[in-house]
């Protein structure tokens, strides 16, 4: 158990719908940092944030964003649901702002599948 | 663009066998360089990390080497176990300064199936 709890783990919708995926990070980390993972690309860096304040931002898509909240728990929003954004979407944390100084720990996923 | 390139995409090895996995990659800002193991229905873990100032890092069975010249590294795993099959992604960062930086870019992994 990695300490990062990701909710919901499966979540069927349809097509230009929106969802919200959950995360809290670990006790005592303070980045958070998004991923999509798909059978074609792998794991993809969407965006960090760090105590609160987004730090880095990959390719993740207009229609998506992102937000930490004061208590560090973060969410993921995805809008106007296209079939291509079916993906496992997985949350990573970590002590400090920079990927190089440690280790991140992942969450189990949120297996999106849209219609 | 993909800058940390993984092969092979799938490997099979029998019990006791040294399977090793490549990757290359094409920034040299990056400096810190790990490995993460994937069972099914599960998040990557970090298995071993190697920073460029050593050429060599060994932990339990597994081993990372690394050649700067050449900006390829690999994972080694002695003695392969059946539990030790799982998906393996390298990946890579740059230390130090800010914005897209700090992401840490992975490979896209290799499937390792170990038979008894």
């Known amino acids: 158990d990695s300490g990062v709890t990701q909710t919901p783990k499966h979540l069927i919708t349809a097509t230009g719908q929106r969802v919200t995926l959950r995360c809290s990070p670990r006790s005592g980390d303070l980045s958070v940092y998004w991923y999509q993972q798909s059978l074609d690309q792998g794991l993809q860096f969407l965006i960090q944030?760090?105590?609160?304040?987004?730090?880095a931002k990959g390719n993740i898509l207009e229609r998506f964003s992102a937000q930490q909240f004061p208590d560090l728990h973060s969410e993921l929003n995805l809008s106007s649901l296209e079939l291509g954004d079916s993906a496992l979407y997985f949350c990573a944390s970590s002590v400090g702002w920079s990927a190089s100084a440690g280790e991140l720990f992942f969450g189990e996923g949120s297996r999106l599948t849209v219609l | 663009q993909q800058q940390v390139k993984q092969s092979p995409q799938s490997l099979i090895v029998q019990k006791g066998g040294i399977p090793i996995i490549n990757c290359a990659y094409e920034?040299?800002?990056?400096?810190?360089f790990p490995w993460y193991q994937q069972f099914p229905g599960k998040g990557p873990a970090l298995l071993i990390a190697i920073r460029p100032d050593v050429s060599e890092k060994k932990e339990g069975r597994f081993t990372i080497s690394f050649n700067k010249s050449a900006k390829q590294f690999s994972l080694h795993i002695m003695d392969s176990q059946p539990g030790d099959s799982a998906t393996y992604f390298c990946a890579a960062t740059p230390g130090g300064s800010g914005g897209s930086n700090y992401k840490l870019t992975f490979g896209k992994g290799t499937l390792l199936t170990v038979n008894p």
């Open positions: 944030y760090y105590n609160g304040e987004e730090r």
């Open positions: 920034n040299t800002a990056f400096d810190y």
